[in-house]
Structure formats: C-alpha cells, structure tokens
C-alpha cells in the first residue's frame, strides 16, 4: 500500500488485497474463490461509498471509507480467523467482534447512517432558513445605505429571529428586549 501512495494513488485494504489475488502481468485471480471474494467486496465498498456520498453530497470519486468500515466489509466476506484477525491479511490486522458476527456491526452501521442523513437533513433545512434571514438583512442594509429615515416597514426581517440575539445592546438592553426593527430604524435616524 506504501508504494501505491507514493505513486499518487489512494489504495484501499480491499483493493491492496485484490491486488494481492490476481496474477500479475496476466491479470487474471489467482482462482475462482479469490474472484468472488474480490468481486464482492468491490460491490460492497462501492454500495457503501454510494450511501456516504449520498447522504454527505460529496462527489463519488472524492469518497473513500474509513479503514474500520472497510475491515468490516472485509470481516463479512473472508470471516475471522483465531485472534481476532481477518482470514487473509496476516496477524497485523486485528477486528472487535461481537458473538453475532459482522452481521451486528453492519445493522449499527446502518442506524448510524441513517441518523446521520436526518441530522443532514435538518442541517440543510438551516442552513436554507439562514440563507433567506441573510438575504433579507442584505435587503435592510442596501436600503439604509440608499435611504434615509425610518425603515418602511415592508422591508425587514422576520419576526421569528427578531431579538434571537444573546448579547446586550449599547443601553444595555439583552438579546430579545429590543428587536432589530429598533435598532435599524436607531441607525437609520441618526444619520
């Protein structure tokens, strides 16, 4: 794998260990078990990659899976031998498995995910209100600089995040006894 980065590649434990069963200059598996264990794990790491890049919105090809989720794939399909150790990649590597097998590991795996799109999707969902709290407050700005007097009272921001503020204001007021209406009509008058 060291020789594989410094080349400039981003090799996987799955594709070093499928490196390792095909014939080299012929390009063939070393045999028909290799094949299918190789092949499978391929499919697997890409569905996973599939789900990740999905859930993140990162592009495919910038998605690689961290080592643990890639020993689990690797888990499922060569099995464990004695001492922890995944059958086919010597003593080095070493997994915690649980009494039921890859299979538990795969299911905590799943929730985890999906609790993740829905954190991602109220993220999202945030991040969309902000955007338009900023859009108008841009609005509010432009026109203070535009105008002078009173703020109209067609331009402003909603009244949900009026006063979400936590800090005092300069007559010590807190967040939330005052409104940003107040403190931009307060700039728009002393002008």
């Not at 910038?62 to 004695?82: H, R, S």
């Not at 009026?162 to 008058?189: A, F, H, K, M, T």
């Amino acid at each position: 794998m060291e020789a594989a980065r410094e080349k400039g590649e981003n090799p996987t434990y799955i594709s070093n260990w499928n490196n390792m069963h095909i014939l080299k200059g012929k390009s063939m598996w070393i045999n028909e078990a290799a094949e299918i264990k190789g092949k499978k794990m391929n499919e697997e790491y890409e569905k996973a990659k599939q789900q990740v890049a999905e859930s993140s919105g990162t592009p495919l090809d910038q998605v690689t899976l961290p080592i643990p989720q890639q020993l689990e794939i690797m888990t499922v399909e060569l099995g464990v031998a004695k001492g922890k150790r995944i059958r086919g990649l010597g003593s080095s590597l070493r997994v915690e498995s649980s009494h039921s097998g890859g299979v538990a590991s795969s299911f905590a795996t799943q929730q985890k995910v999906e609790e993740l799109q829905g954190t991602v999707g109220e993220l999202k969902g945030t991040v969309s209100e902000l955007q338009g709290t900023v859009g108008k407050l841009l609005d509010v700005i432009e026109w203070m600089r535009t105008h002078d007097g009173p703020l109209p009272s067609h331009i402003g921001v909603p009244s949900s995040h009026v006063g979400d503020s936590p800090c005092d204001d300069d007559q010590g007021n807190s967040g939330g006894s005052r409104n940003v209406y107040e403190d931009l009509n307060d700039i728009g008058n002393s002008h």
